[in-house]
């Protein structure tokens, strides 16, 4: 959450943090294949968000954290932290018996990665 309270705002600063992290890597395959996972994991997160689930309170030292462990080179250990990271990020997307939420907004839209597929429950 935001100094405001506002989590989708945190929810777009992490799609940033994503995007930033993968740019870093000068690897267009890997920043291609993380937009497109982001774009799809934030509909989730603001669906999540929305319905009431809370997120990390201690985010940015987290990201502090790992972003120290990338530049002391300590590889290994900035794997776990991030591994850790996205298995917290995991049980916020999923609920009762591991299936996932919905998107927020599950329609054919299109987003900046093309169009949305239509929710089974809502076709």
């Known amino acids: 959450m935001t100094r ?49 689930a809370r997120t990390k309170r201690d985010l940015i030292q987290a990201r502090r954290r790992f972003l120290a462990l990338l530049a002391s080179r300590d590889a290994d250990a900035a794997v776990r932290d991030m591994r850790a990271h996205l298995r917290s990020v995991h049980r916020l997307l999923t609920v009762d018996g591991g299936e996932a939420a919905a998107p927020a907004s599950a329609d054919t839209s299109t987003s900046r990665t093309g169009p949305r597929r239509r929710d089974r429950a809502a076709a």
């Open 4 to 52: 405001s309270g506002d989590y989708i705002a945190r929810i777009e600063c992490s799609r940033e943090f994503y995007r930033l992290l993968a740019a870093a890597s000068h690897n267009a395959a890997l920043s291609l294949i993380v937009d497109s996972l982001t774009e799809i994991l934030m509909g989730y997160l603001r669906a999540r968000v929305s319905a009431g």
